[in-house]
């Protein structure tokens, strides 16, 4: 048998806190950790991932012209015959670009 408790059970649960922060490839990108613990924790972490994906976005937009492929890189696109990501042999000549 299990000892009495005083403990209540409650119907749900409910977050008291987050902590969110971006990395990627990019170290340039990279936040700092944004802790939060306090009232309207969803409203909360909601309110900061779109602020976030505002960010993403912006960077994301921007138009750089792409740089010029080096020797090696001319010399392995031009022998590749097969997509990188399955492995899947190209269908037409076309599909490389």
Not at 15 to 25: E, L, T
Not at 44 to 63: D, G, K, P, T, Y
Not at 71 to 89: D, I, M, N, V, W
Request: proline share 5%; with cysteine; net charge negative.
């Amino acid at each position: 048998m299990l000892p009495q408790t005083r403990s209540r059970r409650r119907d749900g649960t409910s977050p008291s806190g987050f902590c969110i922060y971006c990395v990627n490839q990019y170290q340039l990108y990279h936040t700092e950790p944004f802790i939060y613990s306090g009232k309207d924790v969803m409203a909360r972490f909601f309110e900061h991932v779109f602020q976030e994906a505002n960010v993403i976005n912006e960077i994301l937009s921007r138009n750089i012209p792409m740089e010029l492929l080096s020797a090696s890189e001319q010399r392995e696109f031009q022998q590749t015959t097969t997509y990188c990501t399955c492995g899947l042999a190209f269908s037409l000549p076309t599909d490389k670009m």
